[in-house]
């Protein structure tokens, strides 16, 4: 297998990366312009409404699809003139999955190392490996048919991370997982890290880009309109803080407090850099405080704030 080039410094680069579907009526500009740099050992975040262009993005780094316009390299190889040395080293892990339901946990993974160009024994040692790490060791002769969903979806990432790459595209890993085995998946993705690989992923879970990602970047309409660690994203966008309360226990119209008030079904969320001055307006109101949770603004609000709120198809 080709080595991976670079070792240090930017692992993903794109400039102006483009992409429009055409069809006999219509075009669709999806992608419109993208500049990423990614560093080596990063975890990676796309962000963005349905139909944000963060997949088509992805893809297009996965040479499953080709640019309309621009330019990218991928481990050091160039995107548009070496796409099968990309290939050779990237992983690639779909929103599906792509597990054989009729094939074993490691007859999957031995394949998938023979496809590499693997001999059957290093592909046979090296699924053992990748079995371990993934804790599917008792369940590694089984069909996959009888895994669990985080199991299969353990599988997906073995099958990508077997030929060792440089660089894992991972489409919505955790997506249908439960807590315990999507946190559980989180624990993978950073001894992936820790192995000083690149992973750049999509997800629609805010909770997850905080607490995995290095770096986010929020898309919309085929643009990056936000990027940077989310800590520093918050800092720069927000300079103030939410008083939750229950929705019963909210009185008056929320056009007359001077502060934002958003009713919610079950909720009212009042935004504040003044917390004392906004509890002191909520009790000259009779406003009870007993249930009340103030709490730092978070990614979902700045993806709010930055895509709004309209339903997206």
Known sequence: MALARPTSGP???????????????????????????????????????????????????ATLLTPTAGDATVAGADLRREPQLVRERIGYVPQGGSTDPSETGRGELVLQGRLYGMNKATAQARAAEVLAALDLEAAADRTTSTYSGGMKRRLDVGLGIVHKPAVLFLDEPTTGLDPQARHNFWDLIRSIKAEGRTVLLTTHYMEEAYFLCDVVAIMDRGRIIAEGPPSRLLAEHFDDVVIELPREDFRGDPADFPMTVLVASDRVEISTADVEGALRHLLERGISLRQIRIRPRNLEDLFLELTGRELRT
């Open 11 to 61: 692992m993903i680069e794109t400039h102006d990366l483009r992409r429009t579907f055409k069809s006999r009526k219509t075009e669709v500009e999806a992608v419109r312009g993208v500049d990423l740099s990614v560093g080596t050992g990063e975890i990676f975040g796309f962000l963005g409404p349905n139909g944000a262009g963060k997949t088509t993005t992805l893809r297009m780094l």
